[in-house]
């Protein structure tokens, strides 16, 4: 299957806020008011638990597809801790991105425990946002 390339383009509409546009949709991102933003949207480290969530959605129902697992519904739950300190400008010894992030998946489906561990192990292998979570991914930054 040929790579697929996706884009987004992003405004700025005042320091905190950007408006984002990726194919036809457009999404704003802000920071909370206690940040310094104006809370129009929400803030991009949770845009990036939203993607993780919407992945796994997505590659859970059609691995539990592949495996004939019927399954009704996915609850997922992501959180993630992060010590904004090096954002702020403040010294810190401490990675400025999230330090750890934890999701729970409620499936609801009558699969037994052996073939729930093969569907969860081939999530974690097959869900793009995750890999790029856990992998390191080379990012270029560039001015035009």
Not at 20 to 27: A, P, Q, R, S
Request: charged share 25%; with cysteine; aromatic share 4%.
């Amino acid at each position: 299957m040929p790579k697929m390339t996706f884009k987004a383009n992003a405004k700025s509409e005042n320091p905190m806020k950007s408006v984002v546009e990726t194919g036809h949709f457009k999404m704003i991102i802000d920071e909370p008011e206690s940040m310094g933003g104006t809370d129009d949207g929400a803030a991009p480290v949770e845009y990036l638990l939203a993607a993780l969530a919407g992945c796994l959605n997505i590659v859970g129902h059609a691995v539990a597809q592949e495996l004939g697992i019927k399954l009704n519904g996915l609850e997922i739950n992501v959180e993630g801790d992060l010590n904004p300190a090096k954002f702020m400008g403040q010294s810190s010894e401490e990675r400025t991105g999230y330090q750890e992030v934890r999701v729970t998946l409620k499936p609801d489906t009558d699969a037994d425990q052996a073939t729930l561990d093969q569907w969860l192990a081939s999530l974690e292998a097959r869900c793009p946002v995750s890999d790029n979570l856990i992998h390191e991914t080379p990012l270029k930054l560039s001015l035009s």
